[in-house]
């Protein structure tokens, strides 16, 4: 998906560059074709963050959906507006499949980079055939002017080259060049098995390191974020359960000195400022006009009296009963 739909749309942006300098466009086209390379820059960008979290080691390379032909890959470039130049020396005749189709997506990622990185840059594919191997060079001088839209890039088609040579038993470079950039293959006709070695984390490309590590700490927050949430909330929730609790507790002493008949305006001296909410599941008195308030014994969930509770019963403002109740 990298290779194929990375190197399309890049082209685009590059027809979309080229459409927006052409002589005599109306102003409005001419938005319209910097948006139109904007935003085939961004959907590069997007596919290449997509491509690196989803993207597994796997036991060969991926196949191509279209033939590995460089003549039809330099002409569909050149027809972008990207300058581009094919010389081939030597003949591929039984060259492998496998290798056929890396020497293929060594030109195409190159001239990709071109198209992203040094748009207007004139491009060279040169490929040499021997009896032993096919070398494949693609370099490109300086952009003619700085300016112009330049794509971020994580390097993940390269890195996706560099494990499609190994595979082939080949060997792969790139880097700066006078000004421009170069990247060369050597591709044995003869394939050789790669090494077959345990991969820790550490020999993974650093992209790869760095996209599980984000997927590793996503993971951990979002299972963190709310078990650590829960427990703020259930602390909090104890917190102000006790808090109101101690708010309801009335003194075994001050009980003490409650007297049947008191008036209410005697009792409320001693009484807490607010009742207990949990309720013993004992019968209320049912005489009319009797109303009871209920207050705890205890705050301490392990105290013995945990769960009982005073009642105080009234009417028409006096007391008229006071007892002890317990679940």
Partial sequence: ??????????????????LKLAPGLAEHHRKAAADLRARAGAAVERLGEVIGVLREQTDGAPMDVDGPDLA??????????????????????DLPPMAERAMHRVAQEALTNVAKHAPGATATISVTHTATETTIVVENG??????GVRFQSGGRGLVGLAERMRLVGGTFEYGPNHGGFAVAARIPRTPMAPPVTPRSDRALPREHRRARQRVGRSLVIAVMVPLVTGGLLSGALAG????????????????????????????????????????????????DGVTCEYYAMTADRFDDRSGDAYRLCFRDDVLVSRDTVTP
């Fill in 1 to 18: 998906m990298h290779d194929l739909l990375g190197h399309d749309l890049s082209l685009i942006a590059l027809s979309a560059g080229a």
């Fill in 240 to 287: 102000w359960e006790t808090l109101s609790a101690s708010q309801a507790v009335l003194d075994p002493g001050a009980y003490a000195r409650l007297r049947i008949g008191q008036d209410r305006s005697e009792v409320d001296h001693f009484l807490p400022r607010r009742q207990t909410r949990y309720r013993p599941p004992a019968a209320e008195p049912t005489e």
């Fill in 142 to 147: 300086p952009p003619p002017s700085p300016a």
């Fill in 72 to 93: 039809a890959l330099t002409a569909a470039a050149c027809a972008s507006g990207l300058a581009v130049r094919l010389h081939i020396d030597g003949a591929a005749g």
